[in-house]
C-alpha cells in the first residue's frame, strides 16, 4: 500500500473521484466490465468481503487507520487530503470519509438466478439510485434471494445506491434483465406479485401466497409498474391504507411488501 498525500499536487489518478462521472468510471475498460466508487467503512468492507478488487483509494487523514485495516493486504495506491479540500475535489459531502474504486464483475445471467432463487425482486425503472440502495437493503433484510433489474433502473453500484444499502448490494445477487423477462419467470415456476394501485389490486394481508418461488415487483417513482409487466403478472396487490393516503415511496412499499409475501 503506498500513501500519496495529494496536499498541492495534480495527480491524474484522482480522476475517477473528481472528474468522471458515474457512467464514464462504469465503461472505463470497455469491452470487460469497468470500476465504481465506494463510500464508507461499512460498504467498502462488505465490498471486499464480496471479492470486488479494490484499485486505489481515496480518503480524509483522520479516516487513514481505518483505510489501512480495510485494504492493507492489498498493493493499492492511498491519496490523502484534508476533509475540505477532498469535498472541494470531489464536489460532495462524504459520509464516513473514505472512497474506494473497485473493479466490477460481470454480472450473472438472469435466467441461472431464477433457477438457483426462489425469492426474487424485481425493480421495473426504478430509477432513483436513493430508492433503488434503500430496496436492496430491505431485500437482504426481508428474505429476499436476488434482484432483477430493467434497463432503466439506476445501476445498484452507484455511489449512492450501494451506499444507501448499507452494502447489501453486495450480499444478494442481482442483475439486469431483458424484455424476455417475464416469460422466463413463469417458465421457471414463480408466482408473481405486482405492487400497483389497481381497481382489481388484492389487499396485502389477504393475500394467500401458495407457491413456492415468488417474485415481487416494484415500478417507477412516477408512472408504476408499466403495462406490459403489469398484464403479465398473477397478482396485483396494494398496501391498505389511512387518512386518504393512497401510496408510500416505492422504497417504504417495499418493506411492507417483502415481509407479507416472503412470509420470513
Known amino acids: 500500500m503506498k500513501i500519496i498525500r495529494t496536499a498541492g499536487l495534480e495527480v491524474p489518478e484522482l480522476e475517477v473521484y473528481t472528474r468522471l462521472n458515474e457512467r464514464q468510471v462504469k465503461t472505463i475498460f470497455e469491452p470487460d466490465a469497468g470500476i465504481?466508487?465506494?463510500?464508507?467503512?461499512?460498504?467498502i468492507d462488505r465490498a471486499l468481503s464480496a471479492g470486488y478488487e479494490p484499485l486505489s483509494a481515496f480518503c480524509e487523514e483522520s479516516c487513514l487507520p481505518d483505510v489501512q485495516e480495510l485494504a492493507g493486504q492489498y498493493d493499492i495506491p492511498v491519496y490523502v487530503a484534508a476533509y475540505n479540500e477532498m469535498r472541494a475535489m470531489t464536489g460532495y459531502s462524504l459520509t464516513g470519509g473514505?472512497?474506494?474504486?473497485?473493479?466490477?464483475?460481470?454480472?450473472?445471467?438472469?435466467?441461472?438466478?431464477m433457477r438457483s432463487c426462489s425469492r426474487i425482486v424485481v425493480l421495473d425503472d426504478v430509477e432513483n439510485p436513493t430508492n433503488v440502495g434503500a430496496i436492496f437493503r430491505s431485500a437482504a433484510a426481508l428474505g429476499a434471494e436476488a434482484v432483477l433489474l430493467t434497463a432503466g433502473s439506476a445501476d445498484p453500484l452507484y455511489r449512492r445506491a450501494a451506499r444507501v444499502s448499507m452494502g447489501s448490494v453486495f450480499l444478494i445477487k442481482w442483475t439486469f434483465a431483458d424484455e424476455t423477462m417475464m416469460e422466463k419467470l413463469k417458465a421457471?415456476?414463480?408466482?408473481?406479485?405486482?405492487?400497483?394501485?389497481?381497481d382489481h389490486a388484492q389487499m396485502l394481508g389477504e393475500l394467500a401466497t401458495g407457491s413456492s418461488k415468488q417474485a415481487v415487483i416494484l415500478g417507477n417513482e412516477d408512472h408504476g409498474i408499466s403495462g406490459e409487466i403489469l398484464s403479465a403478472c398473477d397478482h396485483c396487490v396494494m398496501i391498505p391504507m389511512q387518512n386518504g393516503v393512497d401510496s408510500l415511496n416505492v422504497a417504504a412499499a417495499s418493506a411492507v411488501a417483502f415481509w407479507e409475501i416472503f412470509g420470513i
Request: hydrophobic share 50%; with cysteine.
Open 36 to 43: 465504481f466508487i465506494c463510500e464508507s467503512k461499512r460498504v
Open 98 to 113: 473514505i472512497l474506494m474504486a473497485m473493479r466490477r464483475k460481470a454480472l450473472p445471467d438472469a435466467e441461472e438466478i
Open 188 to 198: 421457471n415456476g414463480f408466482e408473481t406479485y405486482a405492487l400497483a394501485l389497481s
